[in-house]
């Protein structure tokens, strides 16, 4: 019987992942077509004013209804982020990186983040922003997740009663890393980079059956995906739709050996271009939390931002004079604008239509498409543009705009070389802009192998792994000496104790007594309630679990017992509330110890010790905590390295960990915040005092 | 000093890394070539002689000349495997997936197994046996990963006194999992999926800067494949050159929504062949191991098998009279054998080349190349030569045999589908039998994630990621049900303790006091040498570590004394044969104690406790065991489950954990064998015997 139900859970897993994989898809293709559709809308409507204005001399209006309409898009998408779900700002990825590492933010899977997140990422990318759609779609891959695998919703109040054995916080976070996959997989058509992705940012122990659930997920997706999108283009049942950012594909090219050194190069360049970006945008983000941090202020600054790009867009087209023959150039609704009849303007292709769009021109225009000055000064604003957009009060992914600017240099980066050595073969620009846009993305988020593979399947071709690898690498490596991704900077910005991939460099020669907290607060095996209401109500211990011990020595001022077991704060709260006291064992009270199950129900928002109300003779009663704890958890000798402390944290996932000299007296206990403050701490020591404020 | 001392380690790593990427491309390249000459050589020879003695009636020479030319080949290989080093048997896949688990099976990373391997598989491939390169090449990276990080070679007795800090067992490990993906890179032309493979098979702990190094190395591969092939051929410079295992790109060819349910038809049926293929080859495994144990025996077995091959090939194409008109095949050499001028016998397209030029025809070939009995004559005569193949003492891999059976039945099933309702549009057969491939590789080896990704990236197209993914799923569950993976299977076959992916399910119910080994050896922290001698000696003891304890009660009949800390067997041994003894410190003979380096030189061959001679006197010395054991290792409370015992084993990748009572006195042992012996004792009660006779 234990066996069948097990082998039910295994299989509801899958149906699980099956659903995440579908609905991830669905709300991909809304996301994707609304965009569309709104955009498409817009730019039509600007192009028949500006086409007729023109000639008639009326500019003034298409602008004032560009601006307009922008202000009022970025508006909407403001105000339902600042006045609804302030988490949905940005590309969700740090929150979610925080998430799979362990971590909680508070609302970041809700249902209101997901409605937030997608109405709101439709409307600041259809009103022109530099951003992208791609970060917001994983975090909605990620919110449908935890949404499906625990069957309820804390926002709508709905409890379906299913998938009750998925109400841990491990189960909820091995859905969740499938829903970044789908996420990426939705966005990109990268099933595999997907994956990568979700353990690149969230597993530490290597779960094959975790992964490979994972991999059905994000490719169920994808099928999905091209499922839906062939019956909207009317060829149903035609399966070769790729995902919704289609880089097109790079068939037919490949590149000589000799470029090898110019990518890397390249490489250099994103390195120390991403490092400014994120060097600035830092400030920029500390200047925001300073100072913009009302609601109303988020949204004046996030419209105030739709008016400069509005502007700027108008302005640079308005005095660009670089005009190309049309019949080359890929973008839907090509603009005039000054140029002679059969011309269009080059520099309309960049700004006048969506940035994903645009870095499809950059990458697959024929050579000779783009002049030297357009690039240069098309570059130039949207670097600014980019890094005063992200972090504003409105979803914004990062991508986008980061592959947008790379592709941009990087093209001019082709070009150059092309001018100045003509008599050799070179590739297409378009390689250039492909390897810039690497460069730049790199430089910027310092992802390194998911990246890679998500660039690989996006673009379709093999043959690039390893210059892209090498381009990200060398990125990586330039932009490391300057300062962190960009993403780990949003992350430090939430103050978040997050654990890093290698234990810090020195932590061979430090103990774990050095650094543990200590003392801690222990109980006993059988403890009086009003002993644990005061432990859990201690504001310095705030720890997630307690040491159960014998009756301490009173004279022993060191160590605090002898270590019996591990007891969650969670579980003596429901213990507490259920009023499992053993006074009312004996009245006949208590028919029953608690099971998982009970425990299960008040997951994930288990009470406040605070909204507890227990009577003083209650809490002269006493619990008997031993068929609770867990006898046996995993602990640490005190002379420990924190080399070994650190691996134990990172592969097991563990939240704390608790330190026993060698008679197995508890001397203290360990958590991530005591780890992650180490390593800063070892880093510079100026963050220190930040980061003890926090939390 | 010591912060740049870990800078050069780490950039090392990259260098070794990078070499061990361009040395395994460069064997695969040779292995490649040698073979495509020398098969090249064996069949225009054959094919001269047939074609002119189908004229004259002469047949029975070019017969007698394929057999004898086969036989020879393979006899060659045989003695080389036989004689030489009979672990460069077979692929070397169940053999690397031991190592990466952390067994080591001996002789497995030897240059004598490299030279072995490399030599005996161009024979065995060229003599027209059932078996791929593909499997040894995989072997061949992980030997030369050990070979270049350790900067030494035993069977040359040469010590290049370089890369020593990379001496320890799981420093190994990481190259060695690199040089794996560097030879499925080598292989398939998949560098994502060779990463895979490698975490697969081997990781436990997700560590992302092993796991970028292991892609660096695997895309270096990749590309010095690229560079050599496209020298090879006459081109320099052009870098479009896939791997060497190539499928063909299948571009632009789509399936069908509705022909998902077929596909997964085929997977149930990949299944279930691949259960029978797994159930045949074990039964003849084991009546080898019986039977067929002496060298001799096995070079004639092997020697039969290629007379078999060749004489089965030749009759087929005799007795066929399936001919296709000429100008479509894209076989190599087409034989006309029977058939009319202008035609060419469409068996001879299978059987008269190499089994990997096979496997391409069957995927590209236009529909109606194939005649339905052809086909089925041909499955069902490789299928059995495939099982026999697998196991002789030639290398052998069993990924192209396992292929060519189902892209066979799989083109087949294509065929059928279409004649049986012709009213729809179907894929192309060529699909079907790429479906076919894969269910049957799938139902042999039972590898998922890897699997999948590897033949996405061989095939070139992603948008096969789903049915592929979906097959392969199919197939394991199904063939799950009957038997283990073949691999797997010919892991117990060697009777080494491999730790699965998962706990046993029932491993929550078991505690580490059940599991355990006990009572256990001990030492206290000053020993006599004669007291460690003979723990070193006992048999049944055979530990890699010892727990250091305290002086034990001598009337505590259950416990071994307070847990102090722990030492390697392996430090034991050089601290005797160093004659550390503390009776000598005081005469002045000690100066200094042993440093890390002084380990480091003996690895990774330690003296063996019956090679030191240790005079009576010495037996009465002592040794300060305190400087050199491990103060703080890893322990587990007795009360903990196996879930948590087997959890730390893998994600910490342990090799022995000490079991505590709740006052750390030390109360038995833990091992992989132990575990690994759980795992099947819980299986099937019946393995139990014979493992336990093992080692």
């Not at 234990?2 to 039910?8: A, T, V, Y």
């Not at 991909?28 to 000639?55: F, M, N």
């Not at 700027?312 to 660009?320: G, Q």
């Not at 140029?339 to 645009?358: I, K, L, N, R, V």
Request: aromatic residues 10%; contains cysteine; positive net charge.
């Amino acid at each position: 019987a234990n066996n069948k139900k097990l082998i039910r859970i295994n299989i509801n897993r899958w149906v699980v992942m099956l659903m995440i994989g579908i609905l991830t898809a669905l709300v991909g293709v809304v996301i994707d077509i609304l965009v569309h559709q709104l955009a498409g809308l817009k730019y039509s409507l600007l192009k028949s004013w500006i086409d007729s204005c023109v000639e008639e001399g009326c500019l003034a209006i298409p602008f004032a209804l560009w601006v307009a309409i922008d202000a009022l898009f970025v508006c909407f998408a403001a105000i339902l982020v600042a006045y609804g779900e302030p988490v949905a700002a940005g590309s969700g990825i740090p929150q979610i990186k925080c998430y799979l590492n362990g971590v909680k933010v508070p609302h970041v899977v809700r249902i209101k983040t997901l409605i937030s997140k997608v109405i709101g990422v439709v409307f600041s990318v259809a009103g022109g922003l530099a951003v992208g759609k791609e970060g917001p779609m994983i975090h909605s891959g990620a919110v449908i997740a935890a949404g499906v695998s625990q069957g309820m919703s804390t926002t709508f109040k709905r409890d379906l009663k299913i998938f009750k054995y998925f109400r841990t916080d491990t189960e909820k976070r091995d859905f969740v890393s499938g829903g970044a996959a789908a996420g990426v997989s939705a966005a990109f058509g990268a099933p595999v980079g997907g994956v990568l992705f979700s353990l690149e940012e969230g597993a530490s122990f290597w779960n094959q059956a975790l992964t490979w659930r994972i991999f059905f997920c994000s490719v169920t997706t994808l099928f999905t995906l091209n499922i839906v999108l062939s019956v909207y283009f009317g060829r149903p049942g035609e399966l070769a739709y790729p995902g919704l950012l289609n880089f097109g594909r790079f068939t037919g090219v490949s590149y000589f050996w000799y470029e090898i050194p110019l990518f890397l190069l390249m490489g250099v360049a994103g390195g120390l271009s991403g490092a400014l970006f994120n060097f600035v945008n830092h400030k920029i983000c500390i200047f925001r939390m300073k100072y913009v941090y009302k609601p109303f202020m988020q949204v004046v600054e996030a419209m105030m931002v739709a008016i400069v790009t509005a502007t700027l867009a108008f302005v640079s087209i308005y005095v660009s004079r670089d005009c190309k023959p049309l019949g080359q150039d890929p973008s839907e609704k090509p603009l005039q604008f000054f140029c002679s009849d059969g011309e269009y303007s080059t520099m309309a292709t960049m700004m006048f239509q969506t940035p994903e769009q645009s870095v499809k021109s950059l990458f697959h225009d024929p050579p000779n498409s783009y002049n030297i000055v357009t690039l240069s000064v098309f570059c130039v604003i949207y670097f600014i543009l980019a890094c005063w957009t992200y972090g504003l009060s409105v979803p914004s992914g990062l991508f986008i705009p980061s592959l947008l600017c790379g592709a941009g240099w990087g093209r001019l980066f082709g070009i150059g070389v092309s001018h100045l050595v003509p008599n050799i073969a070179w590739s297409a620009p378009g390689i250039y802009a492909l390897m810039g846009a690497a460069a730049q993305l790199g430089g910027v988020v310092r992802m390194t192998i998911s990246l890679t593979v998500i660039l690989m399947e996006a673009t379709g071709n093999v043959s690039y792994g390893l210059p892209l690898m090498l381009v990200l690498l060398i990125a990586k490596w330039v932009g490391d000496i300057f300062n962190e991704g960009l993403y780990d900077i949003h992350i430090r910005l939430m103050s978040v104790p997050i654990l890093g991939w290698e234990p810090p460099a020195t932590s061979t020669t430090i103990s774990a007594r050095q650094v543990m907290s200590h003392p801690v607060t222990t109980l006993q095996q059988v403890e009086k309630v009003g002993r644990i209401v005061e432990a859990l109500k201690e504001p310095h211990s705030n720890h997630n679990g307690f040491p159960v011990v014998d009756v301490p020595d009173e004279t022993d001022q060191v160590t605090s017992g002898r270590f019996r077991g591990l007891i969650l704060r969670s579980h003596l709260l429901v213990l507490i509330k259920r009023k499992m006291f053993l006074e009312r064992g004996q009245t006949g009270a208590i028919r029953r110890n608690l099971e998982m199950k009970d425990f299960r129900e008040a997951y994930p928002r288990f009470p406040s010790i605070h909204e507890l109300n227990i009577s003083p003779e209650e809490m002269e009663c006493s619990i008997d905590l031993r068929p609770y704890m867990n006898p046996a958890p995993y602990t640490v000798s005190e002379d420990a390295s924190l080399h070994r402390v650190f691996r134990l944290f990172r592969a097991l996932g563990l939240r704390h960990l608790v330190v026993v000299n060698k008679d197995n007296l508890v001397m203290g206990i360990v958590t991530r915040k005591d780890l992650a403050r180490y390593r800063l701490v070892s880093l510079r020591s100026l963050d220190l005092e930040e980061l003890q404020m926090s939390h």
